[in-house]
């Protein structure tokens, strides 16, 4: 899968609407705020974005990156992973429907899965822990 760049300027925004313009291209996005995160959807383009303005350096981030959190209430679709896994930095661990959304949640470092703490129709709060993962052994 290859990197794209792309130029967004927030232009203005109304409620839960963004306006935006995109590679020079006016643009509406639906934007939910949640934690630490912005939800968008734009068109049938649906991403979640994490706010690492305030984020400590990386080196002390690494309990954060072993938790893989709800960015909102929603209803757990699919969990791809179970304890023993060895998982990728980006691959997907958890779908949850959001908003109207569906959210694909992704490990953020590589590791083994320790614990999956939910199931595919569970109902869960934001913040709630879904998988956590450990250092792979050597």
């Not at 792309?6 to 935006?20: A, D, F, K, M, V």
């Not at 779908?95 to 569970?122: F, N, P, S, T």
Request: charged fraction near 20%; include cysteine; hydrophobic fraction near 45%.
């Amino acid at each position: 899968m290859g990197t794209a760049l792309h130029h967004i300027t927030l232009s203005g925004r109304q409620g839960e609407c963004l306006q935006l313009i995109a590679d020079g291209v006016q643009r509406q996005a639906a934007a939910v705020f949640a934690g630490d995160m912005l939800h968008l959807e734009l068109g049938d383009l649906s991403a979640s974005f994490e706010d690492l303005t305030y984020a400590p350096p990386a080196a002390a981030a690494g309990s954060a990156e072993s938790r893989v959190l709800a960015p909102m209430n929603g209803r757990v679709l699919a969990v791809d992973v179970q304890p023993g896994d060895t998982v990728t930095k980006g691959q997907r661990l958890v779908v949850l429907e959001a908003m109207k959304m569906e959210h694909q949640l992704l490990a953020r470092r590589d590791g083994v899965v320790d614990q999956v703490a939910v199931r595919a129709g569970d109902q869960v709060a934001t913040r709630a822990l879904l998988v956590s993962l450990v250092e792979q052994p050597d």
